[in-house]
C-alpha cells in the first residue's frame, strides 16, 4: 500500500502541480502592473545614466582627458550614449519584460491562497467589477513602489535624460487613475463591497499590497545595483569618441 501509494502520489502531483500553476498563472493576468513598471523604467533610466557617467568621469581622470570631457561635450555624449544604450538593454530583459514576475507570482499565490480561495478569486475577477478592482490594486501597489522611491530621493525629480520616461509615466500613471474610479452606490456595486469587505477580499489586497511591493522594490534594486558594473564592462563602447575627442582638442 505505501509503496502504491507514492507511486500515485508521483503520477499525481505533477498534474495537481500544473493546474496549480495554471491558475496561478491565469490570476496574474487579471493584473497589468504597468504603472509599476513605468516607475521602474523612469528610475532605472535614471539610474543607467547615473552609472554611465561616472565610468565615463573615472574614464576621463583615469586617461588625464580634461575638464572638457563632462556632460555636455558631444564626445562625452556620444560615449554615454552607446555605453547606456547596453545597460538599458538589460534593463528591458532584466525588468521591463515581466518575464521575472511569473516565478515570483507562482510563489506568492501558492503559499498564501488555498484552492478554494484561488478558484474563488478568478470567478470573481472574471467579473466587470473584480475586473475593476483589481486596476485599483494594481494602481494601490504601484503607489507604494513609487513612495519608496522618491520619498527616500532615490528617484530624483528632473535627472537630466530622463524626460520622456518621466512623460510617459505621468500619462499611465494618470490614465490608469482614471480607470480606477467607479461609482460605490450600494445598488451599483454590491459585489464590489461584498468583495472589498469579505475576508479573501481583504487578504488579496493585503496580500498584493505588501507582497508585489516588495518583490518590484526588490528587483529594481537588484537591476539598479548591477548597472555599474554593466557601465564599467562596456567602456571599451566609448573608445572610438575618446580617441576623436582627442584628436580634437590637439588642432
Excluded: C
Excluded at 528591458?92 to 484561488?118: H, K
Excluded at 528587483?219 to 548597472?227: C, E, H, P, Q, S
Amino acid at each position: 500500500m505505501l509503496v502504491a501509494g507514492m507511486f500515485l502520489a508521483a503520477v499525481v502531483s505533477p498534474v495537481q502541480s500544473a493546474v496549480a500553476n495554471e491558475k496561478t498563472q491565469t490570476l496574474l493576468k487579471v493584473h497589468n502592473w504597468k504603472t509599476s513598471v513605468a516607475l521602474g523604467n523612469r528610475y532605472l533610466k535614471q539610474q543607467s545614466l547615473m552609472a554611465t557617467r561616472d565610468a565615463l568621469a573615472r574614464l576621463g581622470r583615469e586617461r588625464d582627458l580634461g575638464k572638457s570631457w563632462k556632460p555636455g561635450n558631444m564626445y562625452f555624449d556620444a560615449a554615454e550614449k552607446a555605453v547606456s544604450a547596453r545597460l538599458l538593454d538589460s534593463v528591458q530583459t532584466e525588468w521591463t519584460s515581466g518575464q521575472w514576475m511569473a516565478a515570483e507570482w507562482d510563489q506568492i499565490a501558492e503559499s498564501s491562497f488555498t484552492e478554494g480561495e484561488m478558484n474563488a478569486l478568478l470567478a470573481h475577477f472574471a467579473t466587470e467589477v473584480g475586473q475593476k478592482q483589481a486596476k485599483i490594486i494594481d494602481h494601490t501597489v504601484a503607489f507604494h513602489v513609487g513612495g519608496v522611491y522618491t520619498m527616500s530621493g532615490k528617484l530624483i525629480q528632473d535627472y537630466p535624460g530622463t524626460a520622456e520616461e518621466q512623460k510617459t509615466l505621468t500619462y499611465v500613471w494618470d490614465e490608469e487613475e482614471r480607470e480606477t474610479r467607479f461609482s460605490i452606490a450600494a445598488h451599483e456595486n454590491v459585489d464590489g463591497q461584498r468583495f472589498a469587505l469579505s475576508p479573501l477580499g481583504a487578504k488579496y489586497q493585503r496580500t498584493l499590497i505588501i507582497k508585489v511591493t516588495g518583490v518590484i522594490n526588490a528587483r529594481l534594486d537588484r537591476v539598479a545595483a548591477g548597472l555599474p558594473e554593466k557601465a564599467t564592462s562596456n567602456l571599451a563602447l566609448a573608445e572610438p569618441f575618446v580617441t576623436n575627442y582627442r584628436a580634437d582638442a590637439s588642432k
